[in-house]
């Protein structure tokens, strides 16, 4: 098992930047991927931005890619996801989620408003 706390999340003005951070604790020795996926009112989950966590390769939504940037400290287990130039449109519950073996684990949801 793995267990993610999500942490960053808050009230913005557009224009404005956050960083989220996603701690995995548990068995964590297995971890493959991280990502965030996010979800507004009334809308699918969708793909954010997820890094391979041994190599670092990463890879953005098209919405995303430019103004955020998916980072890792191994040594903390912990995935971040620096949003910059935030927009109303990035109103959502943002998730972390984790690949270790062939499972996959969620966090709780941290909330970011984007006010214009």
């Known amino acids: 098992q793995v267990q993610l706390v999500e942490s960053g999340g808050g009230l913005v003005q557009a224009g404005d930047s956050l960083r989220l951070s996603c701690a995995a604790s548990?068995?964590?020795?297995?971890?493959?991927?991280m990502s965030w996926f996010r979800q507004a009112p009334r809308e699918d989950r969708d793909f954010v931005a997820s890094?391979?966590?041994?190599?670092?390769?990463?890879y953005y939504a098209d919405s995303v890619r430019g103004r955020f940037t998916i980072s890792r400290d191994n040594a903390k287990n912990t995935v971040y996801l620096q949003m910059n130039s935030l927009k109303p449109e990035d109103t959502a519950v943002y998730y972390c989620t984790a690949r270790a073996d062939i499972n996959d684990y969620w966090g709780q949801g941290t909330q970011v408003t984007v006010s214009s």
């Open positions: 890094i391979i966590w041994s190599g670092g390769t990463t």
């Open positions: 548990g068995r964590t020795d297995n971890l493959y991927r």
